[in-house]
Nanobody
Framework: EVQLVESGGGLVQAGGSLRLSCAAS????????IGWFRQAPGKGREGISC????????RYEYSVKGRFTISSDNAKNTVYLQMNSLKPEDTAVYYC?????????????YGQGTQVTVSS
C-alpha cells in the first residue's frame, strides 16, 4: 500500500522559512517522482515542484522558483521541500504526491497534507 506522510508545516512570519518532509512507503522509491502541491482557501490545487527520484532532476512552478528547493534522501525514502522567503500568499495546505512522471496532471497518490500559514 502506497503511503505518503507530510510533516513540518506550521505558522511562520513573512520572510521566514520552513522545511516540509514527505515520508514515502509501499513502492519502489527510485521508480517514481514526488511532487509537491498546495491548495489555498477557495482555490484549486496547484503543483509547485517535482523531483525525479532516479536522477534528482527537479522542476519548479514560477511563483516558488528561487525560494523553494526540493530534494530527496533516497536512503530514507523521504523528500523535502525547503521553503525560504515565505510570503502570505504561500499560505495553503501542502501535499506531496507520487506518480511515474512529473508531467502527469493528476498524480496517483497523495498524502494527507500539512498546513502552512504565513503571517504578514
Amino acid at each position: 500500500e502506497v503511503q505518503l506522510v507530510e510533516s513540518g508545516g506550521g505558522l511562520v512570519q513573512a520572510g521566514g522559512s520552513l522545511r516540509l518532509s514527505c515520508a514515502a512507503s509501499g513502492f519502489t522509491f527510485d521508480d517514481y517522482v514526488i511532487g509537491w502541491f498546495r491548495q489555498a482557501p477557495g482555490k484549486g490545487r496547484e503543483g509547485i515542484s517535482c523531483i525525479t527520484l532516479r536522477d534528482g532532476t527537479t522542476r519548479y512552478e514560477y511563483s516558488v522558483k528561487g525560494r523553494f528547493t526540493i530534494s530527496s534522501d533516497n536512503a530514507k525514502n523521504t523528500v523535502y521541500l525547503q521553503m525560504n522567503s515565505l510570503k502570505p500568499e504561500d499560505t495553503a495546505v501542502y501535499y506531496c504526491a507520487a506518480d511515474r512522471d512529473c508531467s502527469t496532471r493528476y498524480f496517483s497518490y497523495y498524502g494527507q497534507g500539512t498546513q502552512v500559514t504565513v503571517s504578514s
